[in-house]
């Protein structure tokens, strides 16, 4: 992969230094379900109280959570739990 520096000459990069990022993972409610085993209406009760992540509208019947937004509630409850935060 070439870029070009500053100075307008181009630099090759190797492939330590090449990033690869992953496109966030969406989950359907019942995929959020499985990992954090709250039912429907604890959901959507922990997002209108602002304690859980919010989702995301995709298609106009459709919702979906960011996989990330999850994992971060769920190791911040942890950390509650055990009284670390």
Request: charged share 35%.
């Amino acid at each position: 992969m070439k870029t070009i520096e500053p100075s307008g000459q181009q630099a090759e990069k190797t492939n330590s230094e090449k990033v690869r990022t992953r496109p966030d993972k969406y989950l359907r409610r019942h995929e959020v379900s499985l990992l954090t085993k709250m039912g429907k209406s604890a959901i959507y009760e922990g997002m209108r109280n602002r304690t859980f992540p919010l989702n995301v509208r995709v298609a106009p019947r459709t919702v979906v959570w960011i996989e990330r937004d999850i994992v971060a509630w769920q190791q911040e409850r942890l950390k509650k739990s055990r009284g670390e935060a």
